[in-house]
């Protein structure tokens, strides 16, 4: 039994938009206005943002609008609503004396990454047992997981112990931490990285695709750098889930 | 001056499937019923393969009705309608006996496709002037090029060598002489390969996509054998194509 608890309510453009917390922890949770019973999406933010940002709130309007499902998110520990403590503090500084420095971010954002990972893990675990719940997503709906750079850090630990999430997104990671959580997966995936990113290699990119046990998976590079991952990526992404949650009872 | 003579024209389900031959090589031309003026995307086949394939129609297909262009595809030298020569013949019975004898098929196809794209390429030039003298595509309309496999092999030296092409698709080929052609490409590509290619090793794959030297260049990696491109990657494509041809004038 998880407390979740609605604090807030707005809809636009035909989504509902409806805060929330679960055992205290705030998120969102997207939904078609008048929506019955629909696959649900979860998603996990990347680093430095927020369960609100752009990135989160476009990709659930997408899948929302085109495909009639569920879609929510929380603030991860340090992030957005939530204070961050001394540990988040200093690997924040970190982070940004090697970014001045020219220094590779990666061994900082690996560690860091997978220090929130761990808790934030268990309260996506506790997001999905409170939001099967609710009557409009229930217990036997398809579930998806939607998560890149820090959310997949988040997301390949999370669906390889969650026999709930059906098929989910990933990208944008180094293979370190990770890889073995992804040799555990064997639902569907759809996995991006960029060709000329400067922080994370291609031999790592690559590695971590390899490493998932998925007989389906799907890799898209693009041209670019880290932060240039195109905007299509998303159309795709919703179809896969298109593909592998079905539609909407409704829609 | 090309000499292009329509030979035969029936129309199904909306599409109009007009038979010809320039200088004498036959080719298929699909177009939208009642078709204005549209972007014109031109197709090469898969080896052992000819031109009404159902690859080659199934694309086609999706083209004209979804985006409302014209399409077209000629039979490679040896393949479809055309003879085959002592040469061809040749060239075959050695596939079948690597085959057979489960050596590595590559050295053979890679010389063999070098071969034929030898004689496709000025077929390809030949084409497309004559179809720009039709009214419906005209000299000023985007064009844009798809083949994989042999329709890689055929399409990436054409392509380097036809400013008129202004987006392709490509996938599936070994390297070993289509590098140095992909090293003068620049418009933006899309390219498949499959994780578990049995014929064409992951480097190899990889080899091809990083010489191209096009600014925007996507990959789609999915996993299984060489035969095994699932058919959302034709889906892919035709937005592809949609992004960067535009709509036809009439659509």
């Known amino acids: 039994m998880n407390s979740l608890i609605f604090t807030a309510e707005s809809t636009a453009h035909g989504i509902v938009e409806r805060d929330f917390t679960v055992d205290g922890v705030p998120g969102v949770l997207w939904s078609p206005e008048g929506a019955g019973r ?68 990666g ?43 820090m959310g997949t850090a988040i997301g390949v630990p999370f669906v390889a112990a969650e026999p709930r999430i059906r098929a989910a997104v990933f990208g944008q990671h180094w293979p370190d931490v990770l890889a073995a959580h992804a040799a555990r997966i064997t639902v569907p995936i759809e996995f991006a990285l960029q060709w000329d990113d400067e922080h994370i290699s291609r031999e790592e990119g690559l590695a971590l695709f390899d490493a998932f046990a998925s007989a389906e998976k799907s890799l898209h590079v693009n041209s670019g750098r880290h932060k240039e991952l195109p905007r299509f990526e998303a159309e795709s992404a919703v179809r896969f889930f298109a593909r592998h949650l079905g539609g909407a009872a409704g829609a």
């Open 38 to 105: 629909a696959p649900l999406v979860l998603q996990a933010h990347g680093g430095g943002n927020h369960k609100k940002h752009p990135a989160m709130s476009g990709r659930a309007a997408l899948l929302v609008r085109d495909c009639g499902y569920h879609v929510a998110v929380l603030d991860t520990p340090g992030h957005g609503d939530r204070p961050r403590t001394e540990h988040d503090e200093r690997e924040v500084e970190a982070l940004f004396a090697a970014r001045a420095a020219g220094e590779p971010e």
């Open 107 to 149: 061994p900082i954002v690996v560690r860091y990454n997978d220090h929130l990972a761990k808790l934030a893990v268990p309260e996506y675990h506790a997001l999905l047992d409170a939001l099967q719940e609710l009557p409009e997503i229930g217990t036997d709906g398809p579930v998806g997981f939607w998560g890149n750079n």
